[in-house]
């Protein structure tokens, strides 16, 4: 090729590759017929907690590319509990509890644990005697009865945390104690409190934290952040840890609806944090009736609310839990109130978290570049 030509080639190739780099750079969220690349959560809150998401045997692999592309922690939402685990006294059935543990392993997430005591989706036989009656329906409780429900409630707390030590890194070990009735501390109808008194909560965090001292022990329930709930939960706390009873974290569920107060959220944060405990939100999905335009709006401007507080309370809060994934698969079918919808496409309360500085219109426009 004469030289003239040669230049004339390299030239044009140059021109061609700015022009190429000029055209790259503007059009790099689709380049190729790619489709615009979401942002991931755990990579946006590295920096301040970890974000998790519960999941069940059926939606760890439905939605295994969100759950692995965004959450760095999974809860399983029913397969932990004591009618996941322990259906029959002695009988202990680890497998789908076990799927979602590995998959969390392969990908590097952590493990919730949910939940060791709870009065709901647990066993009846945990509270029958050898006769075969309810002994929290009983006249007169003798002290052999006590002794029975005690040793089934800490061989169950033995047998799982054993079984998960090192695995699971935080436990819920008691659920949902507190009292909606603001006469007393503690529910009346749990048939834990019934047979053991105040004693089980005391009794389960005790034997927890002998079984794997190493893991972070958490007391778990809704409404806590409310103020007619939160003073008697901070009560029930302190004279516990006054106790020497070994509780390092609260988890605040966080069962939501828009429009509900985030300043009393605010109050219980500080309170909570006063007491030295760290702060989980373990159960968090905000729900709406109104999936109009403008109702998923106000979905994501409340869901951005709620993440900039989070995010201003890192040192305290480290770990952030969605109760599902997509609206396709939640236990408030009717309030769809998860961050990805039935499609399991980004809603507007995705786009509104990924960057609590901007409205989730800018966000969006920013990562897609519309
Ligand atoms: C819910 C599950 O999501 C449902 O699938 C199940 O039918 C009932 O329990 N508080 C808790 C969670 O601590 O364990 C509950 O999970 C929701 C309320």
Redesign the pocket.
């Known amino acids: 090729m004469p030289r003239k030509w040669r230049k004339i080639t390299g030239c044009a190739a140059l021109l061609l590759l700015v022009l190429a780099l000029i055209l790259g750079v503007g059009c790099s969220y689709s380049t190729a017929g790619e489709l615009p690349e979401i942002p991931s959560l755990k990579e946006i809150y590295s920096d301040y907690f970890e974000i998790g998401a519960?999941v069940?045997g059926t939606t760890v692999t439905t939605h295994k590319a969100l759950i692995d592309k965004h959450f760095s922690s999974l809860t399983a939402?029913?397969e932990m509990?004591p009618e996941g685990l322990q259906r029959q006294e002695g009988r202990f059935l680890f497998q789908v509890a076990d799927r979602i543990v590995n998959h969390a392993d392969s990908q590097g997430m952590k493990v919730r644990g949910?939940?060791l005591v709870?009065h709901?989706?647990t066993p009846d036989w945990f509270f029958r005697d050898k006769d075969g009656k309810r002994i929290d329906q009983k006249a007169v409780i003798t002290e052999a009865d006590r002794q029975l429900v005690r040793e089934r409630l800490e061989q169950h707390i033995e047998t799982v945390m054993k079984y998960y030590t090192g695995k699971v890194y935080a436990w819920?070990v008691v659920?949902?104690a507190i009292s909606d009735d603001g006469r007393y501390i503690l529910r009346q109808d749990s048939p834990w409190f019934k047979i053991l008194g105040e004693e089980f909560i005391e009794i389960a965090f005790r034997k927890a934290h002998e079984v794997d001292p190493d893991a972070l022990l958490f007391y778990?329930d809704?409404n806590i952040e409310r103020a007619y709930k939160r003073d008697r939960t901070i009560e029930m706390l302190k004279k516990m840890l006054d106790k020497g009873v070994p509780i390092h974290g609260v988890g605040i569920?966080g069962?939501w609806s828009v429009g509900d107060s985030i300043p009393e959220v605010e109050q219980a944060i500080k309170k909570y944090a006063e007491l030295g405990l760290e702060i989980h939100i373990?159960?968090l999905d905000i729900g709406t009736r109104d999936i109009s335009p403008a109702g998923l709006a106000r979905q994501a401007e409340y869901y951005r609310q709620v993440f900039a507080l989070f995010k201003k309370y890192s040192d305290v809060i480290t770990s952030v839990t969605l109760?599902?994934i997509s609206d396709r698969a939640?236990?408030r079918p009717n309030d769809n109130p998860l961050l990805f919808d039935k499609q399991m496409e980004p809603k507007p309360a995705f786009w509104a978290i990924v960057n609590t500085d901007k409205s989730w219109e800018e966000n969006r426009a920013f990562y897609l570049g519309e």
């Open positions: 519960a069940n939402e029913n509990k949910h939940t709870w709901a989706q819920d659920n949902e778990n809704y569920q069962h373990t159960e109760w599902g939640t236990w």
